[in-house]
């Protein structure tokens, strides 16, 4: 079976909601989706009930889709954090063409969510992973009003919810049926 691990940090819960639609397009297509976060730089967090990433489920994956609130255009610390402790995983070659994606969420239109998405992009080819995004064959992509681009799943906390748009649950559900679909195709027996 395909396996993809669903890969994010978030702390206010809006990522997460991201990550559990991909997760869906993930099982929508028979492979396993295994969601995963990383530990906060905050201990108030740590004690919740988030299950946090080994670097043995990163290495066994088939396919990464990773994801972060956005800071600054960039991603939050916690995730980078761990990203900067797989150089081992980096010189073993062991991302090298396993697909990947990527997603964010920001708490304005003007966030810096692509910049974000970009940043997120960037360790997963040093990897040598195979990035994977969102087409404009999806009619949601041409008419969002909130998140949603071509380089990934996005959100935009809205004044009035910070629920997923329909328009946003949609491009994260077909990201992550396109990553494991890719995947599917890519696995070696």
């Not at 299950?51 to 889709?65: G, I, M, R």
């Not at 304005?108 to 940043?119: N, P």
């Not at 997963?124 to 969002?144: D, F, R």
Request: glycine share 8%; charged share 20%; net charge neutral.
């Amino acid at each position: 079976m395909t396996k993809v691990l669903v890969l994010y940090y978030s702390r206010s819960g809006r990522t997460k909601k991201l990550a559990q639609s991909i997760a869906l397009g993930v099982a929508k297509t028979g492979a396993e989706a295994v969601l995963r976060s990383v530990p906060s730089l905050h201990n108030d967090t740590d004690k919740t009930s988030e299950q946090f990433v080994s670097k043995d489920e990163l290495v066994n994956c088939d396919a990464l889709a990773l994801g972060s609130p956005t800071r600054f255009g960039q991603m939050a610390t916690p995730l980078k954090q761990f990203i900067e402790t797989t150089s081992d995983t980096w010189l073993n070659g062991e991302l090298i063409d396993k697909p990947a994606c990527v997603f964010t969420s920001t708490g304005s239109m003007h966030g810096g969510q692509e910049t974000t998405l970009l940043s997120l992009a960037l360790p997963l080819l040093h990897h040598g992973m195979m990035l994977v995004g969102i087409p404009y064959s999806l009619p949601e992509l041409h008419k969002t009003r909130s998140g949603g681009s071509p380089y990934g799943a996005s959100h935009v906390e809205s004044s009035d919810s910070s629920l997923l748009s329909n328009d946003e649950k949609t491009l994260a559900i077909s990201l992550g049926e396109r990553l494991a679909i890719t995947a599917a195709k890519l696995k070696k027996d």
